[in-house]
């Protein structure tokens, strides 16, 4: 029989199926700080990121592209916590934002939350909190104890309330894993150092506590064995008990010898505590006891990560393989698991108790029993009370204490029943309501309430019904606790509670009947009713019909209340609500018509009818109303020529309703009914709108009433917004006709919209009293010259002096135009200007005059206002062109005069005197006219003076512009005449600037040749002489030379290199060597000329050392290395060595090369120039020199120049300098090439240096040279980062067994390491196979197991394979490698072994099919072994399924206990086929999961009756008693026929039965089942059936027992109602007992 387990164990997730690489699976990758979300760090590449798996959504992983040493996530929400070197940040994942960061002074090395706003940081000294609320930063709580110092931190923990802090920290010491811990008092600021490995906080209530105890338990591993220990800290709470120090210990298995704790979680709600270790076993202890209730393996793999389940108050974690397991207690098994198996009743029943489990109920009731037999009612009521489920609080239960006699003194047994179980719990349904009965009958209301607002009283209609018949409300608060709607909605009408009855109803989402509530409210309170009809329309749809609620209100004829109910109900304005609206306002309109014209003001409804309502409001007078409803126009008309009772405003807003036609036909109405009395209405609608009606269609309707004051106040209004000319016009008009002058003034003054000819023509027939609308329009229109001839020739000049003197002055040149043309006298013309002295544009005046030639007459009003000192440019402009015309001495006034305008008067004068045009274009700066009349008359010379004088670089550049075809004559006069003439050198310098700019060379050198060679002022002029060799240089080169050796003030340096740069080099020469600098001379024959044997004999010439350092540089560049040394030597310059050795290099002339650096290094003592000298020693083997040279002081480089004479071979001199600067390294590597290979080990020895060691050892290998190969080898092989290459050396030249021999050797070093041993075994594998058993067997915990894993699987080593795999507990592989390799590894003792260990459970029925194959008669065996962790049924199935479920039949029976259906049903079939009734009979009864109904229909028709029997049995036990009953009939089986039909309680089966015995005229079983079914049976029926078949022989036993009971039921009720009449009487003469008594239990 299978043993049932405390635990559930489930597996939640497989972090590889959702993407995780299995290489991301570690402490250092995943954290988890609550069940809530795993975080995992993953790096594939360069790439780095952070996947966080939701546990609630596990499928669906958050990939986010993060690089951070380490992420947390917050135990409750989307908050991470990353941390980056020293910078440590927190993101909310949701609303993708920062919330804090930090840098950290310190390294932190281990983080954690320790609460959903807190994170606790570790340093290597210190503990930190850091807040995530506001800024805070991480506050120190305490400095880590010396005894964590060295250990890798893994995990910290606080209590509750943060008051106890918990560091745990391990170490490997002695080959094992030490646990170190740090306990710290906040309150205390105290530290204690503490050996473990695991531990946890929980808080615990103890049994009579009240307050939970703080509890510390922890767990160790140490030499000794392992220790739980559970502790309280802290002070105990006020009025607890201390809780007893507990100190159990921890039992880890032989095969475990290593193992150790590695986390602990608390279950507060089940006072549990769940340890695991490293090797994936469970161990669950009972906090208060201590006891050990469960220890099992639950992973093959460590489980390096845990947290609280809180879905179970059990423990989740995950292990190196990605399984995300929990554990948790199994509430149904483990009561009964610590009563049967653990032998624990004491500790089955606390635990019951504390977590309210069943399992125990069978302890409970024979404890309830025993003590309640003893008469220790108060101790039996505290076990019924605290017994799990409520299994002994029971109507039965109650019965008994009631019926239990009360002791002297004490409280009855049925009190202190009730007293505990109010102090401990609520009281269910049957208790209140017994306690009920007596506290009302004494009238202590208040009681009840008390222990309802406590919750002690489980509320029930019952309870409600009993209490409301001595208080309504408080069975009011009864009936809303119990949800009895019904009940709640008649108590809130009761006590007038109506507002609280939606809100409820609501509520509880129940529906009374609202309108007859309504009625019965309303017939009370009128304002209570209509208060609660508007609390049924509220919501959407309403509660009640609104027609039904109307008629409420209708029916007493409540309109103000029903106005008000309606406004309400309807304001969502619905279309359905029509007819409800059309009401509303009928009601109104008949009742009280302002009401309804205020609802209809305010336009709350839009579906009411119209057209009735319309009619309604007519009658009412409300015309207003009416017309906004009617719709017809006859009916419109009809109302609204009544203006007298309509609103002007309204009326006015109206009409915008209207259409054009029916606008257009009101207003005709209203004309032809009153036009005095609705002009002013109708004014104001066609102003406002004119636009929508027309503007043309309103002035014709005014018209046609000839209306012209109604036109004019109509286009008056909207004049100043029109633009349409008609309007303007017209209003002009009408104005004209009502006499309204000043206003056609104002139109024609402002107004620029109207037809000004139209206009013009209107008021000229007008013939108006005042012209001056006239003198208006045609001064804005310009027809001046029109009002002049209009106005002259009605002789109306005054209108014509008024015009030019107030209306517009500055008409004046226009009219004094005007009456020129009309030959009006000029008298009348002068003093008409004279009149309008200085308001008008003297230009304009002058040019009307000049038109007409009458300039004259304008002489002696100019000369006047000369003299009044006018200086307005027109009036000089004016004298001007009279005196030029006059010849009135014309020059002298255009130089003198400062006002006239230059450029008018200079156009003035060029056709009649271009000399005067040119004096006033000088004058007034007028530089191009001037040029341009200077061009067209020859005027070459002016021009040329003026332009030197000017010294304009802008006027200078548009003369001597090429397509000016008057460029050369101009430059004639500029040299022959205004450059000969000036003494200015401004003037020189910007006609020099000017021809440069203009690109004129040769014309530059013309100029400067007469200014510079010929005798002048400028003759020495360093700037004019370097300008014309520059011009000559570009224009003329083959001039240069001369001016070169005529000309001596220049700036030789400049003009050579200018002259280089137009390759002009023996210019060049010339100039450096005229003026003696020689360097740059020899640099021009070097660089530019290219004549190094020029440049030789200039040197030998000058004998300057920078000469010949300058022809050393070119001869170097030139290839010529000898003579460049040559040069360098002559020239004493060592400043080139760098070149020269660099050039000596190229071309081996290391010999010069000597000579040279030789020199140098007299001159400067520089390292590279010994380090050269060094290697040309070397080269040119001058080895005795070069060992004197490097004997000698110096600065070379000596070890560089040994690695270059190495690189190139050359040994000899390399070892002189190696060995001189004691480089035994490469002083080994060079004996090597020379062939020297035990000298190169004694190298090697002296250097010390793997490289080293590394290349003697394969120079030796190619050497054949093995013995000092492996002398060699084995300084390199305890270098596990040198091993690979070493042997892949070896493997590539086919030295395996030399190889091996070597490692065989390294293994008994000091410093052998794990590749050695796995290298080894590796090569054993490969060449060397019958020894790989030997060494692994030796070495397996010293060899790296995955890669030789790898190795012996290509190799097909399979029993060294599993051997591997066994002891890298990976089970499952090995199990996979013996059952694919059956014949070569197979071993029925491992295999067994190792089965019970794997973690993928498909392995256990992969090996039953195994076993099934190979081994057959062994199965039984394996099935044994397997049985804890099978899934039973898949394995009967599988067994079933392949049909040798026979030979299993021992496992199934054994594991039928389960009770489970595919077991059950299995084994039945068995016993079925073999006839084994029996047995069948005895599983039936004993496990019942299984189709009842299909076996009883398959072994109903079996040919065996004992089968048929069991048939009939299941149907009985599935209450088909007809069924069984008819079955028990056919095969005769009176007995179980008699017994099946008194079980099933039916009398109609049983009479039935008792009929067809009589039918058979079995007379014997019918007497049989008188008595058989004695309770089932009539007695009236059996009397007739007796009677009828004469048997009443048979039927009078049971008659005469009838009558025996019925008269002991009768006596019974005798004695009954007389002792309840006494009781009755002795209640009336004393007082209750039972206030007496609750006043001791209550109070």
Request: hydrophobic share 40%; net charge negative.
């Amino acid at each position: 029989m299978a043993q049932v387990m405390p635990i559930r164990f489930q597996e939640h997730l497989q972090l590889t199926n959702i993407g995780i690489n299995s290489a991301n699976i570690g402490f250092s990758m995943i954290t988890m700080e609550s069940d809530k979300f795993i975080c995992i760090r993953e790096k594939n590449g360069d790439q780095s990121q952070v996947v966080i798996v939701d546990m609630a959504d596990p499928n669906n992983p958050m990939r986010r592209p993060i690089s951070a040493d380490s992420a947390i996530m917050n135990p409750s929400s989307k908050v991470i916590a990353l941390k980056a070197g020293r910078t440590l940040q927190i993101f909310n994942l949701e609303m993708k934002s920062k919330i804090k960061a930090h840098v950290s002074n310190e390294d932190v090395i281990f983080w954690k939350w320790i609460s959903v706003n807190t994170i606790a940081l570790i340093t290597e000294n210190t503990v930190y909190h850091w807040p995530m609320e506001g800024d805070a930063l991480p506050q120190k709580v305490f400095d880590r104890h010396s005894t964590l110092k060295g250990c890798q931190i893994i995990n910290y923990r606080t209590d509750e309330a943060m008051k106890w802090l918990l560091l745990v920290g391990i170490s490997a010491q002695q080959q094992r894993v030490v646990g170190a811990m740090q306990l710290y008092s906040v309150d205390r600021n105290v530290s204690q150092p503490i050996e473990g490995h695991a531990a946890a906080f929980v808080p615990f209530t103890m049994e009579g506590n009240k307050s939970p105890s703080n509890i510390f338990a922890f767990s160790v591993r140490n030499q000794t064995g392992g220790k739980l220990h559970i502790i309280e800290v802290g002070a105990p709470a006020e009025g607890n008990s201390n809780f007893a120090k507990k100190t159990v210990d921890v039992f880890f298995p032989a095969e475990a010898p290593n193992d150790f704790p590695v986390a602990m979680q608390a279950s507060k709600e089940h006072g549990l505590l769940y340890m695991i270790t490293k090797y994936g076993y469970i161990h669950l202890y009972d906090i208060e006891s201590g006891t050990c209730i469960y220890m099992n393996r639950i992973s093959g793999d460590t489980i390096f990560v845990t947290a609280p389940h809180e879905a179970s108050n059990g423990i989740v974690g995950v292990n190196r393989k990605g399984q995300v397991l929990s554990v948790s207690i199994d509430e149904d098994t483990i009561v009964s698991y610590i009563t049967n198996q653990l032998k624990n009743p004491e500790l089955a029943l606390k635990i019951s108790v504390r977590c309210n489990l069943a399992g125990a109920e069978e302890l409970f009731v024979r404890r309830f029993n025993m003590l309640f037999g003893q008469g220790q009612y108060s101790e039996a009521a505290k076990v019924a009370a605290s017994a799990p489920k409520g299994i002994l609080r029971t109507p039965q239960t109650i019965q008994r204490f009631q019926q239990c006699p009360a002791q002297p003194g004490q409280a009855s047994p049925l009190l202190q029943y009730f007293s505990i179980l109010l102090e401990t719990s609520q009281l269910n349904k049957a208790e209140s309501l017994e306690l009920a009965r007596p506290v009302l009958q004494q009238g202590r209301n208040q009681l009840l309430e008390k222990w309802l607002v406590e919750g002690k009283l489980e509320c029930s209609e019952e309870l409600g019904d009993l209490i409301k018949v001595h208080d309504s409300t408080l069975a009011l608060s009864v009936y809303l606790r119990a949800n009895i709607p019904q009940k709640v909605i008649i108590c809130f009408a009761e006590t007038n509670q109506f507002q609280k009855i939606v809100l409820y109803a609501k509520k509880v989402n129940y529906t009374p009947d609202y309108i007859f509530l309504l009625r019965n409210v309303m017939r009370g309170n009128v304002e209570n009713g209509a208060s609660f009809a508007g609390m049924l329309v509220q919501d959407d749809p309403p509660l009640a019909d609104i027609e039904s609620i109307t008629n409420v209100f209708m029916e007493q004829n409540l309109i103000p209340q029903c106005t008000s109910f309606l406004l309400d109900a309807l304001k969502h304005n619905k279309p359905e609500e029509g007819h409800l609206q059309t009401r509303l306002l009928e009601m109104n309109l008949m009742s009280a018509p302002q009401v309804a014209d205020a609802i209809l003001g305010n336009q709350m409804f839009t579906h009411y009818d119209r057209a009735h309502i319309a009619q309604l409001c007519e009658q009412a007078q409300l015309l207003q109303r009416a017309l906004e409803h009617y719709t017809d126009i006859f009916d419109i008309k009809r109302a609204i020529v009544h203006t007298h009772l309509l609103k002007p405003e309204w009326l006015v807003e109206y009409f915008g309703s209207l259409s054009v036609d029916d606008s257009l036909e009101c207003l005709k109405a209203m004309l032809t009914a009153n036009l005095r009395q609705n002009l002013q209405i109708c004014v104001q609608v066609a102003g406002k709108y004119h636009e929508q009606l027309g503007t043309t269609k309103l002035i014709e309707l005014f018209e046609s009433f000839k209306s012209f004051e109604g036109l004019f106040y109509f286009l008056g209004s909207i004049v100043n917004f029109s633009q349409e000319a008609e309007v303007h016009f017209r209003y002009i008009q009408a104005a004209c006709k009502t006499g309204q002058i000043k206003e056609v003034e104002r139109i024609c003054r402002e107004s620029s919209c109207y037809d000004p000819e139209r206009v013009k023509n209107f008021l000229k027939e007008a013939k108006l009293a005042d012209q001056l609308p006239l003198i208006i329009v045609c001064d804005r229109f310009n027809f001046v010259h029109d009002l002049v001839m209009y106005l002259y020739k009605n002789n109306l000049q005054k209108y014509i002096e008024i015009y030019v003197q107030k209306v517009n002055p500055s008409r004046l040149p226009a009219v004094v135009g005007g009456l020129l043309d009309v030959d009006c006298s000029e008298d009348i013309v002068k003093n008409l200007i004279l009149t309008v002295r200085g308001q008008f544009s003297t230009d304009e005046l002058v040019e009307e005059v000049e038109k007409r030639n009458r300039l004259k007459l304008l002489m002696p009003w100019l000369e006047g206002r000369v003299h009044e000192g006018v200086n307005e440019p027109a009036t000089h402009n004016a004298l001007a062109k009279i005196y030029i015309d006059s010849n009135n001495n014309p020059e002298r006034f255009l130089r003198e005069n400062q006002f006239y305008d230059s450029e008018v008067i200079g156009k003035y004068c060029e056709k009649r005197d271009p000399h005067l045009a040119c004096v006033s274009y000088e004058r007034g700066g007028c530089d191009m006219e001037l040029i341009r009349v200077c061009n067209a008359n020859s005027l070459f010379k002016y021009a040329a003076r003026h332009l030197v004088r000017k010294r304009d670089q802008a006027l200078w550049e548009h003369v001597l512009n090429p397509e000016n075809t008057f460029r050369r004559p101009l430059i004639d006069q500029v040299v022959q005449t205004a450059l000969s003439e000036t003494q200015d050198a401004d003037d020189v310098s910007t006609t020099v600037r000017a021809f440069m700019a203009a690109d004129l060379p040769n014309e530059l050198i013309e100029l400067l040749e007469k200014i510079v060679l010929e005798n002048s002022v400028f003759s020495d002029h360093r700037n004019l002489q370097n300008l014309l060799i520059l011009t000559a240089v570009k224009a003329d080169p083959t001039r240069v030379m001369e001016y070169i050796t005529r000309l001596d003030n220049y700036d030789a340096p400049d003009i050579a290199n200018i002259a280089i740069t137009n390759q002009l080099f023996e210019e060049a020469f010339a100039i450096f060597k005229k003026f003696d600098v020689n360097t740059s001379a020899v640099q021009v024959l070097i660089e530019h000329v290219k004549n190094l044997d020029r440049a030789y004999e200039f040197a030998e010439r000058c004998n300057d050392p920078t000469v010949w350092s300058e022809l050393a540089r070119a001869q170097l560049n030139s290839g010529a290395v000898k003579d460049a040394i040559d040069s360098f030597i002559k020239a004493d310059d060592p400043s080139a060595y760098l070149d020269v050795i660099e050039a000596a290099r190229a071309n081996d002339g290391y010999e010069d090369m000597v000579r040279y650096l030789q020199m140098a290094r007299k001159k400067a003592r520089e390292a590279i120039i010994e380090t050269e000298l060094v290697f040309a020693y070397a080269k040119v083997n001058r080895l005795a020199d070069l060992e004197e040279f490097i004997s000698s002081p110096n600065i070379a480089q000596i070890q560089q120049v040994g690695d270059r004479c190495y690189d190139e071979g050359l040994y000899e001199p390399a070892r002189i300098l190696y060995n001189n600067v004691s480089n035994y390294a490469r002083l080994a590597s060079t004996l090597v090439h020379l062939g020297e290979y035990q000298a190169a080990v004694d190298g090697a020895r002296k250097a010390n240096s793997t490289k080293t060691w590394k290349e003697v050892c394969f120079a030796c290998v190619e050497a054949g040279e093995f013995r000092m190969a492996q002398m060699c080898g084995l300084h390199i092989v305890v270098h596990a980062d040198e091993l690979e290459e070493l042997i892949n050396f070896y493997q590539s030249r086919g030295f395996f067994q030399e190889l091996i021999q070597l490692l065989e050797a390294a293994l008994g070093l000091e410093r052998a390491h794990m590749g050695m041993f796995t290298e080894l075994a590796i090569l054993y594998s490969k060449y060397n196979t019958p020894k790989m058993r030997e060494h692994l067997e030796l070495f397996w915990s010293r060899v790296n197991i995955p890669k030789v894993l790898r190795a012996a699987e290509q190799a097909h080593l399979w029993p060294e394979l599993v051997f591997l795999y066994d002891k890298y507990e990976e089970y499952d592989n090995a199990i996979q490698t013996m059952m694919a390799h059956p014949t070569q590894c197979w071993k029925e003792a491992m295999f067994k072994d190792i089965i019970t260990k794997v973690a993928n459970i498909e392995l256990y029925y992969k090996a039953l099919s195994h076993y099934l194959e190979y081994k057959p008669m062994l199965l039984n065996d394996l099935l044994l072994v397997l049985t804890p962790r099978l899934d039973h049924t898949r394995a009967v199935g599988y067994f079933q399924k392949v049909g040798q479920l026979s030979l299993v039949l021992p496992y199934v029976k054994s594991v039928q206990s389960h009770n489970n259906k595919v077991i059950n049903e299995s084994l039945n079939n068995s016993y079925i086929e073999n006839e084994d009734y029996d047995s069948l009979r005895e599983s039936i009864d004993s496990f019942n999961n299984f189709d009842n109904i299909a076996l009883a229909q398959r072994l109903e028709k079996h040919e065996l009756i004992e089968f048929r029997r069991i048939a009939a049995y299941l149907f009985k036990m599935n209450n088909r008693w007809k069924q069984a009953v008819e079955l028990c009939k056919k095969d005769k089986l009176y007995k179980d026929a008699m017994e099946y039909a008194a079980e099933s309680r039916n009398t109609e089966i049983s009479e039935d039965l008792m009929g067809w015995f009589l039918e058979n005229e079995n007379y014997e079983s019918f007497a049989a089942g008188t008595f058989v079914m004695y309770d089932m049976l009539r007695p009236d029926v059996i009397l007739e059936l007796g009677w009828r078949h004469n048997i009443m022989d048979f039927a009078m036993p049971y008659l005469i027992q009838c009558v025996r009971e019925y008269t002991l039921k009768v006596d019974k009720l005798e004695v009954s109602d007389e002792t309840r009449t006494k009781e009755a009487e002795t209640n009336n003469q004393q007082p209750l007992v039972l206030e007496t008594q609750l006043a001791i239990g209550y109070y």
